[in-house]
């Protein structure tokens, strides 16, 4: 789960995190009474969506009057606001965030993201802040500095220093870093949070470190130990079609491609997304039904998938496990009776009841069901059937 920046940083000030001072407003008037309430006389209006590089698509301004921050707020309002993050479609902004300007001197990056390889939370800085970090990655890796924490240690000194060696700060300065990297990390762990990212950290006048920006996401798992953060999910921000699949206990994911995938385990999915590309096709979505997948379920999923008009052909792969290939087959059936199934569908089925769901599914003759063999006689068929090929 994501939150709003405004969000982000009522959490960093529990912890003594320091943000500037702003308030949300959902209309121009408000965002004007907003700026007389925070004084000042510099102000910024920010767009609040789930997605970053919202300057670049227009989404934050900076406003030097209270008649600039009305006009701001009432062409963000309600603007499709599009960025690298949201795709061509963009995001729709139904508030803005109201925030006093920052004496800043400089631009850092601070953010803290789970490394899975390491099994560990890894604490992410560089000075080029404002940037987007993967073009940093990308471009000039090695501005960087990457440090691992060890939960049975927790942060200590010597990972603030090494943090701010990286930065270059001056010795005056380190301490009020470090201090405020041990902050953001007990934000992290007390919160089960999956990623932090603060672009741009920055860094006064004075040589303290305000948090400019602030984006959270959260391990949907752990939210039940954490009501206050669940009741700030904000349902317009996402994918409905995700939020529909996750009632009926299907992971789901929707992306730009033309074949359809359903498939059961997190793993086998990304290896049927890869082969599909490798063959020359793109997925249309990624969908694990999971191991109590039942004809409902399966159903589900294929009216979810076929809402998607770019989907040309689905796939079907399944290794049956803790769920039976018989299931998967009687769930095809029943989605064909619910919805219109009027793609072509490659079905891979195997292990348990394997031949059973292979006679169901003979049995009932249905035309546009195409068996495979195997993963990579299934994603070639659907390559195929997409590119509008005949397949058998």
Not at 75 to 85: A, D, R, W, Y
Not at 114 to 119: F, G, I, S
Not at 120 to 127: C, F, K, L, R
Not at 271 to 293: C, E, H, K, Q
């Amino acid at each position: 789960m994501n939150i709003h920046e405004y969000q982000a940083k009522q959490i960093f000030a529990k912890y003594g995190v320091p943000t500037p001072r702003g308030i949300i407003a959902n209309t121009p008037s408000q965002a004007m009474t907003n700026a007389q309430e925070l004084g000042g006389k510099v102000w910024v209006v920010k767009a609040q969506i789930h997605a970053g590089g919202r300057g670049l698509g227009g989404g934050v301004k900076l406003a030097k009057s209270l008649e600039e921050v009305k006009q701001f707020a009432s062409e963000i309002l309600g603007m499709q606001l599009v960025t690298h993050q949201t795709g061509p479609e963009g995001k729709l902004v139904q508030k803005v965030y109201i925030e006093e300007g920052a004496d800043i001197k400089d631009e850092l990056y601070l953010g803290i993201v789970l490394d899975r390889a390491r099994e560990m939370p890894v604490i992410m800085a560089s000075t080029e802040g404002g940037m987007a970090i993967e073009d940093v990655a990308h471009n000039t890796p090695e501005k960087i500095i990457k440090v691992a924490v060890d939960p049975a240690v927790g942060f200590q000194g010597f990972h603030g220093r090494e943090l701010a060696f990286g930065l270059g700060l001056p010795k005056e300065e380190q301490g009020k870093f470090i201090k405020f990297a041990a902050a953001l990390y007990k934000v992290y762990m007390e919160n089960d949070a999956e990623m932090i990212e603060i672009n741009p950290l920055v860094k006064t006048g004075s040589g303290d470190f305000i948090a400019l920006d602030g984006k959270m996401g959260f391990d949907d798992s752990a939210l039940g130990r954490h009501p206050d953060i669940e009741d700030m999910r904000d349902i317009s921000e996402e994918d409905a079609d995700e939020r529909e699949a996750s009632r009926y206990g299907l992971s789901y994911i929707s992306l730009d491609g033309e074949i359809g995938c359903m498939v059961n385990g997190a793993g086998l999915a990304m290896g049927t997304m890869d082969t599909i590309n490798y063959m020359g096709g793109t997925p249309a979505n990624f969908l694990d039904v999971g191991g109590s997948a039942n004809a409902e379920t399966v159903a589900k999923g294929f009216e979810i998938i076929l809402k998607n008009p770019n989907v040309k052909a689905i796939f079907v792969n399944i290794f049956g496990g803790i769920v039976r290939c018989d299931r998967i087959a009687n769930g095809i059936l029943e989605a064909t009776k619910l919805v219109d199934v009027h793609v072509p569908v490659i079905v891979r089925l195997d292990g348990t009841n394997a031949p059973e769901a292979a006679e169901i599914l003979r049995n009932a003759n249905i035309p546009n069901v195409i068996a495979a063999t195997d993963l990579a006689d299934g994603a070639a068929k659907a390559v195929a059937a997409a590119k509008g090929e005949k397949v058998i």
